[in-house]
């Protein structure tokens, strides 16, 4: 390098190497905080939707949207519950809470085609999280999770309590440090062997109590061991009540669980193998998501993800389920469209 070659005092190679230790140790730090700044990004979210939920405000609504109760308003999820709950579920593009341009009704509707004309289902739910407004389309679908139920069984796990969470995330003996590591991998890699150990061991009462708090009507049972079929609207319910218990305190039953072992259950989440939310939005928005896949094995045909996105617009909750095997370019041209919508049409 040549710049400032004509600077002359004796104690300038030491600036420089005090600045690039500086340059690397901000990275490094940089680096190991991305998920917790969006985990704090999350929380304070949840403190935000629950203060304006109880602040007794008019809100801005349509003919899709819901009044709140009083008893409803107290939850930090409720709002995005009500509005899953109630948008229309029919192959047509239905919104609460915004209008959709007409620019965008296009755009999304070119997304929809290029399933359709492939000769594949798709359905999608998105619901922001603080303010309820959604858009959806096929949302009553019914099509196999594959392995996008995982995520869901494991936050049910530790909802009910029927897994400690704390001695997971720091392990005090074999059994815990063995818990540990298949939660990693089925997270992060989707391990079907790990996945088949911790619902044989543990059952499927869990997620099945815990998804019918959520209001969700799809069921895990003995045919089908840990997997199901369900619905991008169900699908949507059980990430939104991820949502509360990762980052707004809500269980279904486990108490006192620590901070940090929330912070990281969530980050096994952010770099999911073959997200296509985290591959179409993961370089900008810290995602947390769980996709599922699978090619005619047992004549079961799927391509689906869901999760958590906290966006630059605020967080919302999205599921996309298909059939469309193996066109990962088909998801994430949607999932584009669906997040442009949320920084646009619905923030008007």
Known sequence: ????????????????????????????VGAGIGTELADVQLEEEAHAAAAENTSGKAKTTNKNSVPQSTDQASSPTQVAMSAIATIDGSAEIATSGFTLSADAQAAVQSQIANFTNGGYTASFVLADITTGRAIAYNADAQI???????????????????????????????????????????LRNSDNDAYDWLYHTYGLDCFNTWAAQAGASSTMGPDRGGYMFTSARDMARLWTAGYGFLFAGQTSGAQNIAPEALQWLSGEMTNSLNSNIH???????????????????????????AGLVASQSGTYVLAVLTDACGRNDLLTGLISTLDAVHSGDMQA
């Open 1 to 28: 390098m040549t710049f400032g070659r004509h600077i002359r005092q004796t104690h300038y190679h030491r600036h420089i190497a005090i600045a690039v230790v500086c340059l690397l140790l901000a990275g490094f």
């Open 144 to 186: 196999y999770s594959a392995s996008s139920a995982k995520a869901p069984y494991l936050m049910s796990l530790f909802s009910t309590g029927t897994v400690d969470l704390n001695t997971v995330y720091q392990p005090t003996d074999e059994q815990t440090a063995t818990i540990q590591q298949k939660v990693d991998v089925v």
């Open 279 to 305: 591959a179409a939005l993961g370089g900008v928005d810290t995602v947390y998501t769980k996709a599922g896949w699978i090619n005619g094995e047992g004549d079961l045909y799927a391509l689906n993800d």
